[in-house]
């Protein structure tokens, strides 16, 4: 008997129907209903530990006892926000020993960047005429890529000393024997190379990418054509040739069988070596190697295959095998293929022994995007990100994303690069790693917004749950205490003063991330300019995001003081989208207003979106926290703060204004809406409000939308009142709400009435497990509460779910 199947017929009490029994040659076991329960069996998993399948039942049978909007497997995937830090105006590889290494503007020049204290360190210059590709750690050194800028013939360099000092250790492409001719576009691609294991050594391996063929250098077969797999036992000071592909440098005869290494990634797990190649269908391959077993020769992909060269295995004969990194985990090798086909695209993974293979996201789709390198965070977070290629010209393809999964099983795009530069040239990753403190260092070619070189570094917190990226870059910072309005912003050492400087002249741009490191108090603002950027980003469809330095509420404070014209708003010819992300914005005892905008806009539409912020104060409060005439805004799990007074209102729309708030708590004033102004709420929280918790004025005529929310008021407050003439209010406008007192007239009867006890903790909202306001609602298309909690398939009534129990 499965636990499973027991669990579903007898999950209530089953703790008492278990008993242990005794069994011929003395194994123990666990009966219920006479049957045995398979609890403790373990076997050998994928990944080389040891699995209880009857235990995984077990949870997996208790979870699923509790029915989410968002399914379980959805819950358990999901990753991590990724907050931006600091930033750097260097393009920085890798890291070594607590030191980042790169270059900036000068590609020629070696930098070093100290992760700890940020210190910058200017190393060894190269000759004119050469630059920088990239930068591999070793386990003792960095290993530096050189291109030789007027043949392209590429060299490794070894640095011991932080780049003060390199020496010459391999020339790519160089033949190992006759002429020995340094053959030219021979190099390395981001994950050419890895540190591990060869014949139980310590070994530094790479896999070699030409485009000589590509770029008309060489012929198919051709000794020009010789791609190779090299590794060293000595942390890079000295170099051999494993393999050899495509030329035989002995008999001096070629046969093409692979274009060339996209990757080299050792497996910790198994003790061996995975390599992907490319392109065309026979030659993409995703290969691995036992780390001990001698080369196959010069051998297709399908030959090894077969299983005819011992301690090499492969799989290929599609766009499914053609990879430019592989990310090994303990059960799964997962690819992000290298192509943006709908039948073969996205994430893909199979098990070690290549069993089970499957894809498990293709969110890129459409994009004109294909995958380009990974990472596997020390938390077990899985990241990878994608590259733009050249035919991605699209406005809305200009970018760079962040693929994230808790466990793999299911990805979501969670963080994006804004992109400028050219249109018809594609742009890849060239930095993605983790440092010693678990901050992801993230550099991109053609950031938008900044110089032609940037790093941003990012901390994983909290749990992504929103329906779109967030910015992380080009970021930008703003320090009060320490900042600089003549500073750049670029990053915490050049960070602004103010926040109001960063969205006017221009300074950044769309898609940017401008975080705030401290509380603030700044004057009103009446302009918001950042579409002309000097490295404008080609969407223009993104927002300029605004938070704090980490995942709470109130990480950062931004007070308005009293000015006219009051509150942050643009000028009426400007359209700006700008949306605010953990922090509070807020006004001082004279303010009027948080947010407005013009009574009359003349360019396009203006948008406000508010994630995980604090609005307002219940000391002094706002006259209009939210006052909006022709704009739209959007709050999601936000708290609105005011005074319980007849003249505070915490949102009010007129004219065209609109106001849509999801799993948002609103503490003391009203929503007015007035005119065409129109009020949408879903699964929210209204306590202590005045007169009423949503009134309509008379010259309203725009229907509003209230469900499934929570109206508690104080004094003779009621939860709505409608006095427009010419708004009939019906259940699918205000529909399955609780009141605590009666309502107004004309407002049609809820779900929960005055009669019904409002059992929840007042201070957390939470509804307790008897409460009637669990399993009240229904589905309206909210799947998160105000805590970022899943609410239920049958939600509760308001803005909070009862504590989950995944």
Request: charged fraction near 20%; glycine fraction near 10%; proline fraction near 5%.
């Amino acid at each position: 008997m499965k636990v499973s199947d027991f669990f579903a017929r007898r999950f209530a009490d089953s703790i008492g129907l278990l008993r242990r029994e005794r069994r011929a040659g003395g194994r123990d076991v666990f009966v219920a209903d006479g049957e045995e329960l398979d609890l403790v069996t373990a076997v050998r998993g994928p990944g080389g530990g040891v699995e209880f399948p009857g235990l995984s039942q077990l949870t997996s049978a208790v979870r699923n006892a509790v029915q989410y909007i968002v399914d379980q497997a959805d819950i358990d995937a999901r990753p991590p926000r990724l907050f931006p830090v600091d930033s750097v105006p260097y393009r920085l590889f890798c890291e070594v020993g607590g030191v980042a290494y790169g270059h900036g503007i000068n590609n020629r020049v070696l930098v070093t960047v100290d992760t700890e204290s940020m210190a910058v360190t200017t190393g060894h210059e190269f000759p004119t005429g050469t630059s920088i590709m990239s930068v591999f750690p070793g386990f003792g050194c960095a290993l530096i890529v050189l291109d030789k800028n007027n043949d392209q013939t590429r060299t490794i360099w070894r640095t011991t000393d932080g780049g003060a000092t390199v020496t010459l250790v391999h020339e790519l492409g160089r033949d190992p024997n006759g002429s020995q001719t340094h053959r030219p576009m021979v190099g390395l691609l981001t994950n050419g190379m890895d540190r591990g294991y060869v014949n139980n050594k310590p070994a530094l391996v790479f896999a070699t990418y030409s485009t000589a063929v590509v770029n008309g250098a060489a012929t198919d077969g051709s000794i020009g054509d010789a791609v190779y797999i090299a590794y060293s036992i000595d942390d890079g000071q000295t170099w051999q040739r494993l393999n050899t592909w495509n030329w035989n440098f002995e008999s001096g005869e070629g046969l093409h069988t692979i274009r060339h290494f996209h990757a080299a990634r050792w497996d910790k797990w198994r003790q061996c070596w995975w390599f992907a190649a490319g392109d065309t269908d026979a030659e993409s391959a995703v290969i691995r190697w036992d780390g001990k077993s001698a080369g196959p020769g010069n051998v297709t992909p399908a030959q090894i295959a077969s299983g005819a060269y011992t301690g090499w295995d492969c799989r290929t004969g599609s766009q499914r095998w053609r990879a430019v990194d592989i990310m090994v985990t303990e059960d799964w090798i997962e690819t992000f293929t290298d192509n943006a086909s709908e039948v073969t695209g996205g994430i893909w993974r199979i098990r070690p022994d290549f069993r089970d293979d499957h894809r498990v996201d293709n969110s890129v789709l459409g994009s004109g995007h294909d995958g380009w390198s990974s990472l596997l965070h020390s938390s077990g977070v899985h990241l990878w990100c994608d590259n733009a290629r050249g035919t991605a010209i699209g406005p809305s393809q200009r970018y760079m994303d962040i693929y994230a999964s808790r466990n793999g099983n299911r990805y979501w795009p969670i963080a994006r690069t804004a992109l400028a530069e050219e249109l018809n040239v594609s742009k890849v990753v060239r930095g993605f790693f983790e440092d010693r403190r678990g901050r992801v260092w993230w550099s991109v070619s053609g950031e938008a917004g900044k110089g032609v070189v940037s790093t941003t570094l990012l901390t994983l917190e909290g749990r992504f749950i929103d329906d779109r990226p967030d910015c992380v870059a080009p970021a930008y910072f703003v320090d009060p205490v320490n900042g600089s309005d003549s500073a750049d912003g670029w990053g915490r050492a050049t960070a602004w003063k103010t926040l109001r400087n960063s969205i006017i002249g221009n300074k950044v741009t769309h898609g940017a991330r401008v975080v705030l490191l401290s509380n603030t108090t700044e004057p009103a603002l009446n302009e918001t300019t950042y579409s002309a950027n000097a490295r404008a980003a080609h969407d223009t469809a993104r927002p300029v995001q605004i938070s704090g330095p980490r995942a709470a509420r109130d990480s950062a404070r931004l007070i308005v003081s009293n000015s006219a014209p009051g509150g942050w708003r643009g000028a009426s010819n400007q359209a700006w989208n700008i949306e605010f992300t953990h922090m509070w914005l807020d006004v001082d005892a004279g303010a009027q207003y948080i947010l407005h905008d013009q009574s009359t806009a003349t360019s396009g539409r203006p948008k406000w979106t508010l994630r995980d912020c604090i609005i307002g104060n219940t000391v002094d409060g706002s006259i209009r926290s939210i006052y909006v005439r022709n704009s739209d805004v959007f709050a999601h799990r936000t708290l609105f703060l005011n005074p319980i007074s007849s003249t505070r209102a915490s949102v009010q729309p007129n004219s065209t204004g609109t106001f849509d708030g999801r799993a948002c708590v609103f503490r003391g004033g009203r929503i007015n809406a007035e005119n065409g102004g129109v009020i949408k709420l879903r699964h929210c929280d209204m306590t202590d409000y005045s007169i009423a918790g949503v009134m309509l004025a008379a010259n309203v005529t725009a229907a509003p939308e209230i469900l499934q929310c929570v109206f508690a008021g104080s004094g003779a407050a009621v939860p709505v009142l409608n006095y427009s003439t010419s708004v009939t209010l019906t259940p699918d406008m205000v529909g399955n709400n609780y009141f605590g007192r009666p309502s107004g007239p004309e407002v049609p009867a809820q779900a929960m009435n005055v009669s019904d006890a409002l059992a929840r903790n007042p201070d957390t909202l939470e509804p307790f497990s008897w409460s009637r306001l669990v399993a009240a609602g229904v589905n309206v298309g909210v799947s998160w509460d105000y805590y970022g909690n899943p609410f239920r398939a049958r939600p509760a009534i308001g803005a909070v779910e009862i504590p989950p129990t995944f």
